[in-house]
């Protein structure tokens, strides 16, 4: 879902992928354990006559993904069920693929305009104090969102896992049934569980995956780099996600028409989960996306439960504190606005903040080569100087 929440009223899945050597070579699927995973592969044919209809990308993201599901129902992909999935990149090496997208360009496309190899030429990770990303989605997405963002960070050589947390991507746990914020990032747990001792990540949080990403850094401060929040709930303790968008001065209308409250226990009850209203989804959190990955998060959201949204957090200035802090802004952010995003800074100070010019809510789509950008140059900044 984006951002779903912004002014309310009212099993363990991991992707990790092989770093690829160009953006014209399949993806692979596989769970994060220390041995090699198999992986499926998926390719793209290339079609003799472009279609810019937007109907047309729909309708083939959609068949797309009901031959995923078909494939995975009869046993003919060789893809672990806990596994999130990955769309590559159909476009030929060196040469970027053309956006479809209505909206008009503005100078912070330059990346996005720039062939793979222009953008990665300069990167440089020997030395760093860690090269593993991790990535957290926000509510109503999953690991899939990251598709773009992994690819860019696999060809600098980055180590990358995008995680599933329960009831979200391909996780197969029931969204109504999630009570706490623990049981929702358990999948998120269980990575930094098992790094070795001295082995550390960057953990990004996009939307409500900031508040993830901020339960995890008070848990294991001392497995964590830096810690990255894109668009998202960088709240202070005490502080619970629905506090922070519930917030009387930044109400906004098409965030309340959007949203859609699941009640599973009964209308007596409170809600369960919360959906979005799919006609309006393209303006409220994709008004800068291309068509073919609205499509694609069209077919692949779920709903966001309910009760960690509400869940007050508990962060101490020794663990939480102890870990440097960055946020990347969204301009053209209808689900969370600038001010509420200014906000945040102003109350819970990073070590830096950056901006996104021309990004919806969705910059792993609608910019990302440019948030690869931001990605890179954070992770490069050593330790002594954070």
Request: aromatic share 10%.
């Amino acid at each position: 879902m984006g951002n779903s929440w912004a002014c309310f009223t009212p099993k363990g899945t991991t992707l990790t992928r092989k770093p690829s050597k160009s953006l014209a070579n399949t993806s692979s699927f596989s769970a994060s354990t220390s041995k090699r995973r198999s992986s499926s592969t998926f390719t793209s044919t290339k079609k003799k006559e472009k279609p810019d209809n937007a109907a047309f990308v729909q309708q083939h993201a959609l068949a797309a993904a009901f031959l995923f599901h078909h494939h995975q129902q009869n046993g003919t992909l060789p893809l672990n069920r806990s596994t999130s999935m990955i769309y590559p990149s159909p476009a030929p090496k060196n040469v970027p693929k053309k956006s479809s997208s209505s909206r008009r360009r503005s100078r912070s496309d330059f990346f996005i305009n720039q062939p793979l190899q222009l953008v990665n030429e300069d990167v440089n990770i020997d030395g760093l104090e860690t090269i593993h990303f991790v990535l957290v989605h926000g509510g109503g997405f999953g690991a899939w969102c990251w598709y773009k963002s992994i690819t860019l960070l696999e060809e600098c050589g980055y180590r990358v896992d995008a995680v599933d947390l329960a009831g979200s991507g391909i996780h197969t746990f029931d969204t109504n049934s999630i009570t706490s914020l623990a049981q929702y990032v358990k999948p998120l747990t269980d990575i930094l569980e098992k790094l070795g001792d001295g082995e550390k990540v960057i953990l990004v949080g996009h939307d409500f995956g900031g508040a993830c990403i901020s339960y995890i850094m008070e848990l294991f401060p001392s497995k964590i780099s830096k810690a990255i929040f894109i668009a998202a709930a960088m709240l202070s303790s005490g502080q619970s996600t629905l506090d922070m968008y519930s917030q009387q001065a930044y109400s906004n209308d098409m965030t309340q028409q959007a949203q859609l409250f699941l009640y599973t226990n009964g209308k007596d009850q409170p809600p369960t989960a919360i959906d979005l209203d799919k006609a309006l989804v393209k303006d409220f959190l994709f008004n800068q996306s291309p068509a073919k990955d609205v499509a694609l998060a069209l077919v692949s959201m779920r709903p966001i439960p309910f009760a960690p949204v509400k869940e007050k957090l508990s962060l101490s200035d020794v663990n939480y504190g102890s870990i440097p802090r960055f946020y990347i802004g969204t301009r053209e952010d209808c689900a969370i606005p600038v001010a509420l995003q200014e906000n945040m800074l102003n109350t819970n100070p990073p070590e830096k903040a950056f901006w996104l010019k021309g990004s919806d809510h969705a910059p792993f789509f609608s910019r990302p080569q440019s948030l690869h950008k931001i990605l890179v140059e954070i992770s490069q900044i050593p330790p002594k100087q954070v």
